[in-house]
């Protein structure tokens, strides 16, 4: 059994979770793709998911209302064990990051990091990742009864429905006592699409020159088309933007159907976060920008003039 950890949120599976899905479709391991979701009140999540897999297996308890690293790792371990995985994978999320090791630690299994592509190599599961600042694509390879993975996301295309939705089953969880007691949550909403989720993402990197510019052509543009919104580490790190719409090497892996830099230079790690978009569009002064060498379509000139009538076009 391959056995993919779902993630979810506010009732709907997440893009992720379709890319993990397809990472197992493509890794050449045999058994049935599990889905496993964990929460309450997921039923919802559930029926989702059915459309993706062989099977859900849903552990609905309370004790899983909200994340908890610790209940994570033990539900995970725990189906694992019982439906006798050879491979589990688990959202290269920060979350996923947070408790993958833990099952791997308690499965005493090998543990494949950040993966972008997985295959079978014998007896084992063979994972390529990003390394040295994502210039280097580094091949590892793991043997094992089981193999714990986190799919790094934006890596692999979401997965299509199945022709026969699987079969669901409840499971009855044993779940330790928490030594973390959740005293409060906060959730940031907004109206505009989740960076992950999104179709169609708009980026602003230093050449939009200031606060005020990120705000009137990156969000304007973004707002009349429906689009995410997304931000290189320069920006981030300058304090114009929130690092959750950080995209590349230490931010967000994106692979939306359309992704358009306005005024991004194209340094590989930012690169690596986006090179797999489906068309990429540039709008950058500098001819000799490195964007423009990855770019289906390239402007050169200046943002000032042409995304306000880009937006006006879009508005029309």
């Known amino acids: 059994m391959i056995l993919i950890v779902a993630e979810h949120s506010g009732g709907k599976l997440s893009k992720s979770t379709l890319e993990m899905v397809t990472a197992a479709r493509g890794s050449g391991r045999e058994g049935p793709v599990t889905l496993l979701v964990l929460g309450q009140g997921v039923a919802e999540v559930a029926n989702e998911a059915a459309r993706y897999v062989d099977q859900v297996l849903v552990g609905d308890t309370a004790a ?3 994340y908890n690293a610790e209940l994570w790792a033990a539900a995970t371990t725990q189906i694992a064990q019982e ?3 050879h491979t589990v994978i688990i959202g ?30 014998g007896a084992g599961l063979q994972a390529q990742r990003y390394t040295y600042l994502a210039r280097v694509t580094e091949t590892v390879r793991a043997e094992g009864p089981v193999v714990v993975v986190t799919a790094k996301p934006g890596s692999f295309a979401p997965a299509e429905p199945l022709a026969t939705p699987g079969e669901q089953y409840d ?7 928490s030594r973390v ?26 050449g939009v ?17 429906g689009a995410g919104v997304g931000a290189t580490r320069a920006v981030v790190d300058a304090g114009w933007r929130p690092y959750a719409e950080q995209v590349g090497q230490t931010g967000k892996t994106v692979q939306p159907k359309a992704y358009i830099a306005l005024g991004v ?16 569009v540039a709008i950058n002064k500098d001819a000799e920008a490195p964007i423009f060498k990855v770019a289906d379509y390239g402007i050169v000139g200046d943002i000032n003039e042409i995304v306000p009538a880009l937006i006006a076009a879009s508005k029309a």
Request: aromatic share 4%.
């Open 64 to 66: 899983l209302a909200q």
């Open 83 to 85: 439906g006798e995985a």
């Open 92 to 121: 290269g999320s920060r979350s996923g990051r947070e408790y993958a090791p833990r099952v791997a630690v308690r499965l005493d299994a090998p543990y494949l990091e950040d993966a972008i592509s997985l295959t079978s190599e």
């Open 171 to 177: 499971v009855d969880l044993t779940l330790p006592t």
């Open 181 to 206: 007691t959740v005293t409060g949550r906060s959730v940031e909403k907004s109206s505009r699409v989740a960076l992950t989720e999104a179709d169609v993402i708009v980026t602003g990197g230093r």
């Open 209 to 225: 020159g200031n606060p005020e510019n990120f705000g009137k052509y990156v969000e304007g543009l973004a707002d009349s088309i």
């Open 265 to 280: 230079s194209g340094a590989v790690q930012h690169l690596s976060g986006m090179g797999k978009s489906r068309y990429i």
